[in-house]
């Protein structure tokens, strides 16, 4: 996973903007969690951070587009990353974080914010659970394999059949 640590003591209080777009970040990101994800238009991020005791505000956006297999008829569509974030990042307290990474460290005497681990949780945070690439989409036929959305196979009715069966085995008395 990519680190990109930003150094925040030197920021102005009213704060400094950035833009980040590296695709590394990414395309290793991606690899690493094994994600079917591929890249589409460019994913950028812009964002202010605001130096504060005993952290940082970081906002802004990040925008774009990837390639994602459809969870029906298993082909890649285009989904929009259009996503914003407004977050307090904090010092890692004495105690040392409860398992968890801290995006902020203390480093040569500098604050630094991890913001290659802020973006890809955004990033991953607005990547759908169940990617569709249309509501309505059909999917492929579990009998022979044929893309519904394209062809209505022999199949339709056979399961239609199946739907009726079940109401023909009902016994009415
Ligand atoms: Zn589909
Ligand atoms: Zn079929």
Wanted: overall charge negative; aromatic content about 8%; proline content about 5%.
């Amino acid at each position: 996973m990519q680190e990109h640590w930003i150094t925040i003591s030197d920021i102005p209080a009213h704060g400094r903007d950035f833009v980040f777009d590296d695709q590394t970040l990414w395309r290793e990101g991606c690899e690493t969690y094994s994600l079917r994800v591929k890249p589409g238009r460019d994913l950028v991020a812009v964002y202010t951070i605001q130096p504060q005791a005993g952290g940082a505000l970081v906002r802004g956006t990040l925008k774009g587009s990837v390639f994602l297999p459809c969870d029906r008829c298993a082909a890649d569509f285009e989904f929009a990353i259009d996503t914003g974030y407004d977050l307090f990042e904090e010092l890692p307290g004495e105690e040392g974080g409860e398992g968890e990474e801290p995006r902020v460290r203390e480093h040569g005497g500098e604050l630094q914010l991890d913001m290659g681990a802020l973006l890809w949780e955004e990033f991953a945070l607005a990547l759908p659970v169940k990617p569709l690439c249309d509501e309505s989409c059909r999917g492929v036929c579990p009998g022979c394999g044929a893309d519904r959305n394209a062809e209505a196979c022999a199949c339709a009715d056979d399961e239609g059949d199946e739907r009726l069966a079940v109401f023909r085995s009902l016994k009415i008395k």
